[in-house]
């Protein structure tokens, strides 16, 4: 019989889990603190379980995150680690140490499967989701690795599902471990310093609000359908309109803020001034943050990034229209830790591509 990975379960399965082992469900909340709050390894030191419990568990459950097998120092003091799953796929994920805050960047899946056409993730294929063991096991492996600050505090302030894969096609793994970054008795995290980014699954993403409200990000990239099917290819399953109307849908409650709109500035595709005019009308209403991102150029691509006049143009627009814009600093190039560098070690064993992807309710 295998063994449980505690890990990846959020306090409703632990307290599942510990009443099918006829323990009492008060376990779960016990059990959680020790892995996410005080990151132990060995259920021998969990001491306020009785000595009988924790001989079960060792028979029973487990405690396994990824394992490091490259860690990697970025000049600017991004951190990058790939790291091996059990079945000898690899995935990626990135620390960004900033003077306020520290962000970590988590893969959903071992590769991607939208094939966006400015994306190194992309290029590599798709074989599996990760579990919520797979994705939850980052936070707590980072935690490990980085230690705290001279405060006292852990180092990593935000979680981002900006790694690799689509996590709305990841559904309820992604969203089980999202509840253990928020829960008081996990990681404790502001609802606000968790941030899932979508290239635009509106099935999922309308899911998303009945069960979730961490903050949002979208994979925009383009105003005009006809681009965007090129650049983001499950446009054309749910174009534009579709997306903007999930979008309004979601941030349709009280205590949402706004959505974080990406756009990745490609020279002579999607920058210029009609662009970022058009981006102004699409936006209007909706409470928005826009994060203009310089191109991150991999092997092969035939994309160039836009240069800083051109940026600061399209800036300028946006800003003078009243929407929050930032022009994204890129970190970690260096060590191909940027945005849309990530690849991972993946056996690509579908070869699966968007036009053949079903979204189908065990997806999302």
Not at 203 to 221: G, Q, W
Not at 328 to 354: H, N, P, S, Y
Request: hydrophobic share 40%.
């Amino acid at each position: 019989m295998s063994r449980v990975n505690l890990l990846g379960l959020n306090r409703k399965a632990m307290g599942e889990f510990f009443t099918e082992i006829g323990e009492k469900p008060f376990r779960a909340t016990q059990v959680l603190k020790w892995l996410h709050q005080y990151g132990v390894s060995e259920f021998d030191a969990m001491t306020n379980l009785s000595k009988s419990l924790r001989e079960r568990l060792q028979v029973e459950a487990e405690i396994r995150a990824p394992e490091v097998i490259l860690d990697q120092l970025s000049e600017d003091g991004t951190r990058k680690w790939l790291l091996r799953l059990p079945d000898g796929n690899a995935i990626e994920m990135v620390f960004i140490p900033e003077k306020d805050r520290g962000t970590l960047c988590i893969s959903s899946q071992v590769g991607c499967a939208l094939d966006c056409s400015f994306c190194s993730t992309a290029q590599q294929g798709f074989n599996r989701n990760l579990s919520s063991a797979e994705i939850i096991g980052q936070l707590w492996l980072a935690n490990q690795l980085l230690g705290k600050d001279p405060k006292g505090e852990r180092k990593v302030t935000n979680v981002v599902f900006m790694g690799m894969g689509e996590p709305l096609l990841n559904f309820d793994a992604v969203v089980s471990a999202m509840d253990l970054m928020v829960d008081d008795h996990g990681y404790g995290m502001s609802k606000r310093r968790v941030t899932l980014s979508t290239s635009g699954v509106v099935p999922a993403l309308m899911r998303l609000k009945e069960t979730s409200d961490v903050a949002l990000a979208v994979s925009l990239h383009a105003v005009r359908d006809e681009l965007r099917n090129e650049l983001v290819p499950i446009n054309r399953k749910y174009p534009i309109k579709e997306l903007m109307a999930a979008c309004r849908h979601y941030i349709d409650r009280e205590g949402r803020r706004k959505v974080t709109w990406e756009y990745v500035m490609l020279a002579g595709v999607n920058d210029s001034e009609r662009d970022a005019r058009e981006l102004v009308k699409l936006l209007k209403g909706i409470p928005s943050k826009v994060n203009l991102i310089p191109f991150n150029p991999f092997p092969e691509t035939r994309y160039r990034s836009s240069d800083s006049e051109t940026i600061t143009r399209f800036q300028n627009i946006l800003v003078n229209a009243g929407i929050v814009t930032i022009r994204r600093k890129t970190r970690g190039e260096d060590i191909d830790a940027a945005c849309g560098q990530l690849a991972g070690q993946v056996q690509d064993r579908t070869k699966r591509r968007f036009r053949n992807v079903e979204v189908t309710q065990e997806s999302i």
